[in-house]
């Protein structure tokens, strides 16, 4: 089987203020490289517009209509003071979320070995009831909800390598031992949580806090003794991945130094748990990385890994 790519020409019209480092050139950029030769063998697919009822698994309608109210006819809206929204951010929101649901479909029923959501804007940060950090729906905790109500998984498991700590993801599912959400990051950062410490109700919460200027063998050792071995007990039957490449060395907005080789090396390693427990079951999504060469390379690699079954 093959590797699908979900993307959507609309998420480049989500628009963001001059300089704001989430813009649309992020998925030009993407796009750029997942057009060369060595990715001609993906399965391509347009996001469809994702339903209220699958957003309402992780938000609450008041908080959807409320979103829904602020998106503007013309120009900018702040929803805080970083997120913004324009003309074209709510149909991007609707089909992120439609592209999650839609990767998460074809890969339960075993269409495609894997997928790859390129959409923006990302999610990981947006909480039960708040927008914040460039994000509006929680694109990857409504997938893991949905995998869970309409494919009857027991156990779904969320793994975050963006360099910022996926608050709104770990707000989500706090309470929740049906979803482990496992996420590395830089401490201290934005948004100042991810402790180790915090740890969730039922214990399903893992935070792995790394430290500004910790390279690559510091993640790889602490994926392999802090992530792996909670991973393998928990036994996920679906791997869900908020795929943030702002740990990159080249990106403004973190201080960590990962290289594209380090995104290929834990794309391969959750490849690996998912074939353990999974039935192979991987689904991507993307999050950050603001620097567009290092995201290009990074996406590049994290594909490219998952093309390789």
Known sequence: MSTLLISHPCFLDHLTPLGHPERPDRLRAIDRVLEHERFQSLERDIAPMGAIED??????????DRLYRAAPQEGLVRIDADTTMSPGSWEAALRGVGGACRAVDEVLTRKVSNAFVASR???HHAEHDRAMGFCLFNNVAIAARYAREKHGLDRVAI?????????????????DPSVMYVSTHQMPL???????????????????????????????????????????????????????FDAHARDPLGGLALLEADFGWITRQLMDVADRHAQGHVVSVLEGGYDLEGLARSVAAHVMTLMTG
Do not use: K
């Open 55 to 64: 957003i309402s698994r992780a938000h609450p309608n008041a908080y959807v």
């Open 121 to 123: 804007p990302p999610g």
């Open 159 to 175: 793994v975050d390598f963006d360099v910022h700590h996926g608050n709104g993801t770990q707000d989500i599912f706090w309470a």
């Open 190 to 244: 934005y948004p100042g949580t991810g402790a180790a410490d915090e740890r969730g109700e039922a214990d399903t919460i893992v935070n792995v806090p790394l430290a500004a200027g910790d390279d690559g063998a510091v993640f790889r050792e602490a994926v392999e003794t802090a992530v792996l071995p909670r991973l393998d007990a928990f036994a996920p039957q679906l791997v869900l991945i908020s795929a943030g």
